[in-house]
């Protein structure tokens, strides 16, 4: 048990009070020997203010007690001693870390890096700027001490989500570009057969509605997984933990540590997190562990407060067997994960819904497993099952096998909107490659030293402009630009249309949306 310094500190500030009055230290913090002065004298300045007042005061002092000596506060600071005892009980000392990295204390997650850049340079910025205004005001007088200070836009631990545009605007931009499309093959079907087929195999904007957001990727609740994965076990730990393994936002070294301790003799191990990918890579690996340590018994402490719970690996794999477990990381990376599209409108219940009716995808997802980084092409059987997949999701009484042919049925004949039909078939490769890609790191995580490939070419390219990784939607241009039907010239000849016309070289008639003087 440790002894509580709180009334030293208590008093210390009481007499710091009596002191000060009302100027006391201040000012004197910049001049370190006077400042040494009033920190020795001033105890005993104190005392003798106190006997002062206590002989010679007119009136009782009814305010003689600290602020924080009543009842209601103690109680108060004694439930968040508790509080603070059982946490750490549960979490380990974060006093005790020697990672370099800087910690959130509650969390326990890695601080990202511009806000530890903010904590190592915060004091000479502010140096500076106090030098830079000192010599502006006070010494050049080139700025008057009215002029407001420029606010410094320092990333903190709690700084504020950045305004982006709203997603109704998003919503109403996409839905003008939808009018525009629909409205020029409104036209042109007036003199030329359109081909709906080909219309449908492409998209109608540069990033596919069902999987991107603003030109981002499209996320999901991912947590809703935990949620259905806890349906599987109403266990409860009946003793104490042979090891405890903390997530510190290192997702895919939990297993080595794991590795290490059950090699090392323990048995039962607690691994303590608040991310669903966490639990899904544990369950993902523990028949390739439990192979290995026959005795392993693997619990996952998740979530905090209210929503709290302990989630027992063995029991969750027990009920869904070896194959369904070792194939549910895929399965996350390919239905949305932190770097991969959710579909939209389809949340973790309903893709898990349409993983139990068409359950020939689990041969795809652990093909997946078997093969870190498979390279996937349109032709190959797994890819095929997992559009057989994605048609299942957004209809499960569809017997159709292509996307680009549930696209059109769902648009036509069931009055689906453009966002919630599939993605074409070839943006759907692009995800499935940054699934695929998520799957491999995720399915080696046992080894010590990955042998990651690159990310070009797995459904991600490198901006050379920001240097950052943005995701690759399709191989083909949008329906505005790739079918031929919406071709128009522009040709300014009087006589009309010549041999270099648009029109002309796709075997087209010219339309209203031509510019051109021939008779339309």
Known sequence: MYDSTIPIDQAHEQNNELVKGEGGAVGLTENPVAFRKWMVAGPEQARLLAEFGEQYADTPNDDQYHHEEGLSTQKTIQKQTVDLIQVISEMGNPFKDDTPELLALDTRNVIDHPVVNTVRTVEPVGKKQYETYKKSVLTDATHSIHDPIKKNKLPLFRSPTPK????????????????????????????????????????????????????????????????????KTQEEPSGSFDVRVLDEEADTRIVVHLQDALESGCTTCLVRTVDTDVLVILIGKYHFLASKYPSADIWVAFGSGKNFLFLHINAICSTLGKEKSTALPVFHSFTGCDTTSSFFGKGKKSVWEAWGAYTEVTDAFNFIVEHPHAQITVDCQEFQMLERFTVVIYDKTSPLVSVNEARKELFCQKNRTMENIPPTQQALLQHTKRAVYQAGIWTTCHQAQQQTPTAEGCGWTLDAETKSWVPVWSSQPAAAKAVSELVKCACKSAAGCGGRCSCKKASWKCTELCSCKCEK
Do not use: C, W
């Open 164 to 231: 982006t545009k709203s997603k109704q605007v998003g919503q109403v931009s996409m839905l003008k570009d939808d009018v525009a499309l629909f409205s020029r093959l409104y036209i042109v079907t007036q003199h030329r057969d359109g081909d709906l087929d080909t219309f449908f195999k492409h998209e109608n904007h540069p990033y596919p509605p069902s999987l991107a957001e603003r030109g981002k990727l499209r996320q999901g609740k991912k947590s809703d997984l935990t949620n259905i994965l806890a349906q």
